[in-house]
């Protein structure tokens, strides 16, 4: 089952894989998916992680297989046949995911998405992005980034890449940056006080965002000041609950204020498909995670 589905730049929607693990149901966005394949042998890999069940090679590229089920937890069980590889392109990586039934595609829009409670996704081990209700059941994202840098921490952001970068002046210009991961969230403000930038504001997804850019737009136009003393950049994620950053960069640009913000998008999911529309919306530069080297020069390049 290939799956090639593209939706309208900026209206934040987006296309659920909904898939389940005895019988639990959870989601992937289909933009990470390149394809479903039935279950099928595969070679194990000595002393490798517990969650890695193996590699096999489809066609022409070796891929390694995670076990979900066994990384999330779940007991396990003798009959393999009838589960499923969901095999993901992300980060650069190609990857197949273990699961035990794919059952479809649903189109929702990404404020159909909630944020799971403080008390699971405070904490840097959640798992889970966001929770929706679909045809009655409620789907828990994963967040498969996660997943792949605990179990392969060299694929993650790397904080030697700023230290590669030599010294580096203090920079208080204020930048703004919004992804939805506990985890991503804190290591990119940790890289970009490292490369000297210390007056960061982060936030969990668009919505919040947006709505401290519009106060900011209030301010900027009640007191006649320079847009650049309140923001000079703001770093995106694309994947995020309640609005994702394709749809908060549309909004950025199409305000005769707010567009003079240089907008980096910063997500897992880029590729030649998503550098097409991030460029339709406007995007100032687009970078795939971990590269969080050439975040910090793509950064320098536009404030500095």
Avoid at 53 to 74: C, W
Avoid at 258 to 268: E, G, Q, R, Y
Wanted: net charge negative.
């Amino acid at each position: 089952m290939q799956t090639d589905i593209l939706l309208e730049s900026g209206t934040n929607e987006l296309e659920i894989m909904v898939f389940t693990i005895a019988d639990v149901p959870f989601g992937i966005n289909v933009a990470k998916i390149t394809e479903i394949m039935q279950y099928q042998p595969i070679r194990k890999i000595p002393k490798s992680h517990p969650s890695i069940e193996g590699v096999f090679k489809p066609r022409d590229i070796i891929i390694t297989v995670f076990n979900l089920p066994r990384y999330l937890g779940f007991p396990e069980r003798e009959e393999t046949y009838r589960d499923m590889f969901m095999i993901t392109g992300f980060n650069n990586l190609h990857v197949a995911f273990h699961v035990h039934a794919v059952e479809g595609i649903h189109r929702i829009k990404w404020s159909d998405i909630e944020k799971p409670s403080s008390v699971t996704h405070s904490s840097e081990n959640s798992v889970s992005t966001g929770i929706a209700k679909i045809n009655g059941k409620l789907i828990t994202i994963i967040d498969f980034e996660k997943i792949v840098s605990d179990v392969c921490p060299e694929t993650g952001i790397q904080l030697s890449e700023i230290d590669a970068l030599g010294p580096r002046e203090r920079s208080i210009k204020p930048i703004i940056t919004a992804d939805d991961s506990v985890l991503l969230r804190k290591m990119i403000y940790q890289a970009l006080n490292s490369a000297g930038y210390v007056n960061i504001k982060s936030f969990t997804d668009g919505q919040e965002t947006w709505d401290y850019l519009a106060n900011v737009r209030k301010k900027v136009v009640e007191q006649n000041i320079p847009i650049e003393s309140e923001v000079t950049a703001v770093i995106s994620d694309i994947e995020m609950p309640v609005m994702d950053g394709h749809h908060l960069l549309k909004l950025i640009k199409e305000d005769r204020i707010l567009k003079k913000i240089p907008v980096i998008l910063f997500s897992s999911l880029i590729d030649e498909a998503m550098q097409i529309k991030g460029e339709s919306l406007g995007a100032d530069a687009q970078l795939s995670k971990p590269e969080i080297g050439s975040l910090v020069t793509t950064l320098d390049e536009h404030i500095l």
